[in-house]
């Protein structure tokens, strides 16, 4: 059985708001060591801090340097590129894509960040060729495709407003990978899932603070205080296999947490 800890959206910010999304974080992080048995990473997808700022990276990699587990972190419109490409953690060098292979499945991170579209996301021809590359390699094995803008409209016409522009571009490559277990995705600091080009699309919740969930047109995106949480995505184990995602809710809830 493998594990993947989905965390989403922390926020990480400096000043006198700091404290809360750190906190959330460290919950959520601390939840994940309570579990048993232990996931095998943890993937971010997206908005790792709030501002981009110098700062707010620091206090993020004091928040993870000593975490015992693997973690993987996705670019997300609130993220500065080049504060990520820093981070150790990444492949290398000019990634912000990049693969993690473990013996039972692959995690696959893309950038979705694209400046000129403000907070809507775009993974170009180029990447998305890249993608196709990489999945085409150990094919029996389940994939675990990361980003930050989900693909397809999700009935909240405020955030599908900035969602992935060529999500038809990702589906047509994505559907040609039966290796692929879920897309996951954040931005949408809701939990939602959605069949995607055979697969299933898995959205986070925030680890911080929740988006009201609004299907009209024309108000503004707002916030909600409802429980904070991240998703388990487990493989079972053969011969069921599969892959299930279960819900676990980091906030209004007194679950065991482990310390680091
Ligand atoms: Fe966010």
Request: proline share 10%.
């Amino acid at each position: 059985m493998a594990i993947i800890a989905h965390l989403s959206d922390p926020h990480i910010t400096s000043g006198p708001l700091a404290a809360a999304p750190a906190a959330g974080l460290h919950r959520a992080l601390s939840r994940v060591l309570g579990l048993e048995p232990r996931p095998d990473c943890v993937v971010i997808t997206g908005d790792c801090a709030d501002r981009g700022g110098v700062e707010e990276y620091a206090d993020l990699r004091r928040l993870l340097e000593r975490y015992p587990l693997p973690v993987h972190l996705v670019a997300g419109n609130h993220d500065r590129r080049a504060a990520l490409l820093a981070w150790p953690g990444l492949a290398g060098p000019g990634a912000t894509r990049y693969v993690a292979e473990y013996p039972e499945f692959s995690i696959i991170v893309l950038d979705s960040v694209e400046p000129e579209l403000d907070d809507a996301g775009r993974l170009g021809d180029e990447q998305l060729a890249w993608l196709d590359d990489a999945l085409r390699q150990r094919p029996e094995v389940p994939a675990f495709v990361c980003l930050h803008h989900p693909p397809v409209r999700v009935g909240m016409p405020g955030m599908d407003a900035i969602r992935l522009q060529d999500g038809p571009a990702l589906a047509a490559v994505v559907r040609r990978h039966p290796r692929v277990a879920r897309v996951l995705a954040g931005h949408l600091h809701r939990v939602v899932s959605a069949g995607f080009a055979g697969t299933t699309l898995s959205v986070a919740p925030s680890v911080f603070r929740q988006v009201n969930l609004d299907l009209r047109e024309g108000p503004p995106v707002t916030f909600v205080d409802e429980p904070a949480g991240l998703l388990l995505h487990v493989l079972l184990p053969e011969p069921d296999g599969g892959c299930v995602t279960h819900l676990v809710h980091t906030s209004h809830t007194s679950a065991p947490f482990g310390a680091y």
